[in-house]
Every structure is written in C-alpha cells, then in structure tokens.
C-alpha cells in the first residue's frame, strides 16, 4: 500500500526525521488554513499523487510542473489554484494522468546539497538493506545506469538491528562532515525504526538534503508498506487513498484475489502467481497482449471466480478471457462450475479459453461440456494461448 508524501511526512515527525514544516490542502478554502501554518517565504506546492515525476509533468489544462518553488505564500495559494483538481500526467501515470486531490505547501529550504537514501528488503539476503547515494535528486535508475560506483548499500541484520558501525559507514559514504553527521546518524537510525516498526516495503527520501546551517532534512518522502501485515497496523491502514487505486484492483482486494491491471486485451484468471506470471509470458510469446494479473489462489470458491469474472469484464480493453488453472489443492470441478455460473450471469459474449489440469479434472472438463456454452478447451497450456491470441486478432 502506498500513501501520499504529506502523509510520509507525518509519519517521519512521529519517529523523529526531520522534514520541512508542510501543511495539505484538498479544497481551494483550505489554502489559506494550511498556508497560514507556515512562516512568511518561500514556498513550495507539491501535488500529491501516487507516482513519480511530478515536477517534470504536464497538467491536461497546459499547466507545466507538478512540484513549484514559490516567493511568496500569496504566489504559493495560486499556483496551487491551478494544479487542484486537475489531471497531471508524468513518465509514471501513463497518458491518462492522475487527478490531483490534495496539494502540499511547505516552507522552501536553502540547499546544500542533495543525496539519496532507501530503506528496502533485499530478498537475496532475505534482509533490509540501506541504499545510499552522493547523486541525489535523479533517478536512482539513471544513477544505477550511468554512475554505479556512486551507489553503495548496507545490509542490515534482522536479528540485531541497524548497528553504530553501520551508521558510520553510510555518513562516511555520504561524504558528510562532522558538523552534520550527528544529525545525519539520528535521521538513519529514526528512520530505520519506523521502516521496522511499521512493516514498510520501502522508504525512499529523494533528495536527502543538507543545509547552509548543517541541518539534515528529508525534502521528499516515498513509502509503502506490506500490505500482508496492515492488519497490524490500522492507523496506517486509514491512510489508504481509494481515488489513487485502480478500481477493479479495490474490487478484488474485497474478495481477496491477487490483480494488478495491465494495459492488453486478453485477461487471466489463474490459480497461483508462478502460473499467472507464465501464462502472462506465453500470451506475449505468441503474440497477445495481457490485461491483466489475476490470481484466484490455490483454494477459490465459486463465489471468488464469478467475482474474477465481473472484475475482469469492468475492463472495457478486453476482447478475450484465458482460463488457465491447475488443480494441486485447487479442484478443477469447482473452477469449472465458478465459470459456467459466471458465464450465465453475466451473459458473456467474449471468447473464453479454458485450459484445466490436475485434481479432479475429469469432472472439470465434463463440467465445461455439459453447459451448452461456448468455451473453447485448451489441451495444454500452450494450446490454450494460441487460441485465445488467435481468437481476439
């Protein structure tokens, strides 16, 4: 789950990492409560979306920049007037852009000098690792790219914790001298407890600044957290934004089915994200395009695929289904009914293909042959792609 940068920001005051004062707004008659919150200066506007590039992008209404350094507040409440409620579209929205809800104004800072600094799961050591770069403020793609050397990690034991050493090795590869090292060494560690505590998937501040003065500040804030373990964690949960999520994708979290959708126009339903993830691969691999991820689970109900189906005909760019399940603790049998009954209700007219293999897929087949509907059967996996693709050219 992924929340807003005003909302990171909060999160990094509660645990001590110091930011920059800042105030959101989601209403035009907001800007001048939030604004009032902050000194008379320079000011920033952020729009708050969920992607990145926000201050390269262009607003549908020809407004160019989503993030503006302003000289006065009274500057700051226009430029704001001009980026609330309006579509802003960067490298990360794709062309359909991402309507801005809520703006953050905060005080500007003098900057020294920008760095990099994450906090993830490695998943080859099965640790966190800290990642850390002189070269802040760019993509810490283009910096991995271009300048490798510039990026260094540290990985952080589980079982111990972030310890002193470690701390020192990150401000010594930042190159930070003294006078900001023990501000930088609270920031690292405060922001490793939050990272830990509140089972975040990752913290990402880009840039990290330093000051004239010596001061360390995150000036930006990206952070998500493991959706698995918000259970743990309801006032983190409350900060989910159901405006900056794909609406198929909140529908199926409520059945508890895995989708994520894509821009193609052959959807999958499958049983286990391995399979999922080959059966997206054979699609493209002769010749079709996958609307989506979608994976039922290993023990779906028939209530839980009638659902799938629903989801995946709310996406108007689909032209062809492919069903590709096998049966280890799924049974085929149930799968196959969950069809027939989903294809009844909602009168589809799409080609199916229905791949079955495994527990009980004798009944599974004589299920799908008996409805008098039209599904084409796939022998195997590859079978059953070819189809699909063939069928929706």
């Given at each position: ?182 501000g930088a060494a609270k ?173 009980n897929v004798a009944a ?30």
């Amino acid at each position: 789950m992924n929340i807003h940068e005003y909302q990171a920001k909060a999160l990094f005051e509660k645990y001590g990492v110091p930011v920059p004062k800042g105030a959101p707004a989601k209403t035009h008659e907001e800007f001048v409560t939030a604004l009032a919150q902050l000194p008379e200066g320079p000011t920033m506007v952020k729009s708050q979306i969920h992607a990145g590039g926000r201050g390269k992008g262009t607003f549908t209404n020809g407004f160019k920049g989503g993030v503006k350094f302003c000289k006065t507040k009274a500057e700051a409440r226009d430029i704001a007037a001009k980026m609330l409620g309006n579509t802003l579209v960067t490298v990360q929205t794709g062309p359909a852009g991402r309507k801005v809800q809520t703006v953050y104004f905060t005080t500007a800072s003098d900057i020294k000098k920008e760095y990099y600094l994450a906090i993830l799961l490695d998943r080859a050591s099965s640790r966190p690792v800290i990642v850390a770069s002189t070269e802040g403020g760019m993509e810490i793609e283009k910096v991995a790219h271009e300048t490798p050397e510039k990026i260094f990690k540290v990985l952080v034991d589980p079982a111990y914790g972030l310890a002193d050493f470690q701390v020192r090795q990150l401000i010594a590869g930042l190159g930070l001298n003294a006078a900001e090292a023990k501000g930088a060494a609270k920031l690292i560690r405060n922001l490793y407890g939050m990272f830990w505590e509140t089972d975040a998937a990752m913290i990402e501040v880009n840039p990290l600044i330093t000051t004239p003065s010596g001061e360390v500040l995150a000036l930006d804030a990206k952070v998500s957290f493991d959706s698995n373990a918000l259970f743990r964690h309801p006032g983190i949960s409350a900060l989910r934004d159901l405006n900056e999520e794909d609406p198929k994708e909140i529908e199926a979290s409520k059945f508890n089915l895995s989708y994520i959708a894509l821009d193609g126009n052959i959807a999958c339903l499958v049983n286990g994200a391995g399979l999922a993830m080959s059966t997206m691969d054979i699609i493209k691999h002769y010749g079709g395009n996958p609307a989506n991820f979608l994976d039922v689970g290993g023990g779906a109900t028939k209530e839980q695929v009638v659902a799938a189906f629903k989801i995946i005909l709310g996406d108007a760019n689909v032209k062809g289904i492919f069903v590709n399940i096998f049966g280890g603790i799924m049974d085929c049998n149930v799968i196959a009914t969950g069809i027939v009954e989903a294809v009844r209700e909602v009168g589809l007219k799409l080609p199916l293909v229905v791949r079955l293999e495994g527990n009980n897929v004798a009944a599974g087949k004589a299920t799908l042959g008996s409805s008098g509907l039209t599904i084409v059967s796939g022998d195997t996996m590859a079978d059953a792609a070819q189809k699909i693709v063939k069928l929706v050219a």
